[in-house]
Nanobody
Framework: QVQVVESGGGLVQAGGSLRLSCVAS????????MDWYRQAPGKQRELVAV???????NYAESVKGRFAISRSNSKNTVYLQMNSLKPEDTAIYYC???????????????WGQGTQVTVSS
């Protein structure tokens, strides 16, 4: 059994900061890519930031220079530091991880339940 759980969402004023965390737990052998997606009301889910097991990162153009993704491989945790938040960053943020579990034969996709981020103007 593998679980992915996010935390750290909330309500913040424009220009403020939030830090999201996501922990993967359970019978895990290895985690490849970990990333953050978001989905605003009436919009499709979009990729926000991605980090490889080696630490390589990539960001959506809309968040470059404001958001930073990092991870702790020893803790199976990924973080998203969000600075200079804008009302258009309001969305449910989802953590995704590509995980090889014990007794598994391939890496599989696991998603968290999502955490709400609301940025007021």
């Amino acid at each position: 059994q593998v679980q992915v759980v996010e935390s750290g969402g909330g309500l913040v004023q424009a220009g403020g900061s939030l830090r999201l965390s996501c922990v993967a737990s359970g019978s895990i052998v290895s985690i490849n890519v970990m990333d953050w997606y978001r989905q605003a009301p009436g919009k499709q889910r979009e990729l926000v930031a991605v980090i490889s097991s080696g630490g390589s990162t990539n960001y959506a153009e809309s968040v470059k220079g404001r958001f930073a993704i990092s991870r702790s491989n020893s803790k199976n945790t990924v973080y998203l530091q969000m600075n200079s938040l804008k009302p258009e960053d309001t969305a449910i943020y989802y953590c995704h991880a590509h995980i090889l579990r014990v007794a598994g034969f391939r890496y599989e996709d696991y998603w968290g339940q999502g955490t709400q981020v609301t940025v007021s103007s």
